[in-house]
T-cell receptor
């Protein structure tokens, strides 16, 4: 296993379109996290899963955002009706458990909404 | 509300010029403080986890320390390849809360 994998690496979309990103975590990791990062800022928490259960979703997250993790393996993050303010780097991370285990990040998906 | 604040926002050093980065945190019941390195256009790369005041960890030219209110990342005799953004985060409610990062630039 080479680590957390995210696809695509880059996505350019027109405002109003829907986009979906995929994250494949490290195989034995049961926790999976989605973060968003804009230039000059630290990653901002969006949501996380333990196995297939979505345990928390940020209050800042619009209803246009939805995430799934079927069967507790890979995860998808969908953004509906994209807006220019959605332009950011979307990061996925996985861990065994954050009660003592580190989270490892993927390379991210850079979204540009034009 | 739990908060993580890093300073300075940016730091420019000459090669070999040692310095420290600061991470101040307010969190009820610290369950871990994490340091990451991030290169432009890439995801954060894990460096250290610290759990209790007085704990120290080292990796090459980097040493992380922890007190009850802050953590320091000491960089000894940095090289240009140490240039990156350094992020700290605390564990809160099952997830990591990040600071805004310190952008380090090391000139030869």
């Amino acid at each position: 296993d080479t680590g957390v994998s995210q696809n695509p690496r880059h996505k350019i979309t027109k405002r109003g379109q829907n986009v979906t990103f995929r994250c494949d975590p490290i195989s034995e990791h049961n926790r999976l996290y989605w973060y968003r990062q804009t230039l000059g800022q630290g990653p901002e928490f969006l949501t996380y899963f333990q196995n297939e259960a979505q345990l928390e979703k940020s209050r800042l997250l619009s209803d246009r955002f939805s995430a799934e993790r079927p069967k507790g393996s890979f995860s998808t993050l969908e953004i509906q009706r994209t807006e220019q303010g959605d332009s950011a780097m979307y990061l996925c991370a996985s861990s065994l458990d954050l009660g003592g285990q580190e989270a490892f990040f993927g390379q991210g998906t850079r979204l540009t909404v034009v | 509300e739990d908060q993580v604040t890093q300073s300075p926002e940016a730091l420019r050093l000459q090669e070999g010029e040692s310095s420290s980065l600061n991470c101040s945190y307010t969190v009820s019941g610290l369950r871990g403080l994490f340091w990451y390195r991030q290169d432009p256009g890439k995801g954060p790369e894990f460096l250290f986890t610290l759990y209790s005041a007085g704990e120290e960890k080292e990796k090459e030219r980097l040493k992380a320390t922890l007190t009850k209110k802050e953590s320091f990342l000491h960089i000894t005799a940095p090289k240009p390849e140490d240039s990156a953004t350094y992020l700290c985060a605390v564990h809160q409610g099952g997830k990591l809360i990040f600071g805004q990062g310190t952008e380090l630039s090391v000139k030869p």
